[in-house]
């Protein structure tokens, strides 16, 4: 498999998650590292983005809700390399419904190799890294081989029928 590179700018473009349970934590993160976020691009899905843009005065692009669709909204994001890194304070005690949403989410991350942090201390190691604020480019690998390799393994089963 390939390697690819990517740059991030120095101004990333990040997406903020909390489930329900995580939301006030989220929020008072975000209101101490106000300075910091403030200099990048945040969007959110739902309720997430409403209250820390309401408690922190932070411009939060809002997206769906999760269980309407908002972790696949970033999950797309993702893949059209429109968010640099993904901060979700997970719920590790509670059943989500929308579950096999959030795993595809973290599937899509790993794809893309966009840092995901689920949880405050690998939020703020994330932030608080010499690369947060300048730009930084990743090499990661290149799935397209692979898929292209499927699609003809595909189309050779289907030529032999």
Not at 24 to 41: P, S, T, V
Not at 111 to 118: E, L, R, S, T
Not at 127 to 149: A, K, L, P, W
Request: proline share 4%; hydrophobic share 35%; aromatic share 6%.
């Amino acid at each position: 498999m390939k390697d690819i590179e990517r740059t991030l700018n120095a101004q990333k473009r990040i997406a903020l998650i909390a489930h329900d349970h995580k939301k006030e934590a989220m929020i008072r993160w975000c209101q101490k590292n106000k300075d910091i976020l403030g200099n990048h691009f945040l969007c959110g899905t739902g309720t997430t983005a409403r209250l820390i843009a309401e408690n922190t005065g932070l411009p939060v692009e809002a997206l769906k809700s999760g269980p309407l669709g908002g972790d696949q909204e970033v999950g797309a994001r993702i893949a059209e390399g429109k968010i640099d890194m993904v901060i979700f304070f997970s719920d590790p005690l509670e059943a989500q419904p929308h579950d096999p949403d959030i795993k595809a989410l973290l599937r899509i991350a790993n794809v893309y190799d966009v840092p995901f942090a689920n949880n405050r201390a690998t939020a703020d190691f994330m932030i608080h890294s010499e690369f947060f604020n300048q730009c930084y480019t990743c090499v990661s690998e290149d799935y397209t081989d692979m898929n292209r390799r499927r699609e003809e393994d595909i189309q050779s089963v289907i030529d032999r029928k």
